[in-house]
């Protein structure tokens, strides 16, 4: 517990020092891969929509109107950011800070659930997918997007290379895949998109209604 810990606060306090140039260090990943995924994702939210490890709010601008949205991010730094960004878009929307592998709300609450660019990075990515199953309702909608192992054995090799340094240093995986995770615990994919050699994907899942 006590490791678990440490790791959590240096993690933390990784991602806090982050916050300032994290939309920089963004830029050119969101040109040369991501294409248009965040607008992909976003405009299908509807509802009481809750988006996992919200960031800097790099969603925010892409939701459509009429949805209410609530932002949870485990570093407050980059909450801070998220609000002031809300603000400039007058985007209205509740932001807490919480964990994605205990989020702080009942059962069955939110119509959708998403997240982008950041499983990659939560410790324990099955635990933060069952608790956005636990926290969406019957019916609901999840989209996630996320860079995975790739589907060309020679970018794995580099990922693994890259796992090496990046894993122990900022705690983010180049090689997950939630996609099965999501079908394992019974949601049914609506819309899903694999592209730049596997690297990048992006799916729509219902879970079943009652």
């Known amino acids: 517990m006590a490791d678990t810990d440490e790791r959590d606060l ?8 982050q916050a300032v140039t994290y939309d920089r260090q963004m830029a050119f990943a969101e040109r040369r891969f991501f294409g ?22 790099l969603n925010l601008g892409h939701y ?3 949805v209410r949205l609530t932002g949870v991010e485990w570093s407050e730094a ?10 400039s878009l007058g ?5 807490r800070q ?6 702080p709300f009942p059962d069955a609450f939110f119509d959708t659930v998403v997240c982008t660019f950041a499983l990659c990075a939560i410790p324990d990515e099955s635990r933060a997918l069952a608790e956005m199953h636990r ?5 609901g909608l999840l989209l996630l997007a996320d860079h995975v ?17 990046s894993v122990p240093l900022q705690g983010e995986h180049f090689r997950r895949r939630p996609l099965p995770l999501v079908r394992a615990m019974g949601l049914t994919v609506e819309r899903h998109d694999r592209f730049k050699l596997g690297m990048i994907e992006r799916f729509a899942a219902r879970r079943p209604a009652a």
């Open 10 to 17: 240096r993690l933390r306090t990784y991602w806090d020092r």
């Open 36 to 57: 248009d995924t965040r607008e992909w994702l976003c405009r299908q939210a509807s509802g009481e929509v809750l988006e996992v490890a919200i960031g800097t709010g």
């Open 64 to 66: 459509p109107d009429g």
């Open 78 to 87: 980059m909450l801070a950011v998220a609000r002031r960004r809300a603000g």
């Open 91 to 95: 985007v209205p929307a509740e932001f």
């Open 98 to 103: 919480a964990d994605a592998q205990a989020l």
């Open 135 to 139: 926290v969406l309702r019957p019916g």
């Open 149 to 165: 192992a790739s589907s060309s054995w020679p970018i794995r090799v580099l990922q693994a290379a890259a796992d090496l340094v």
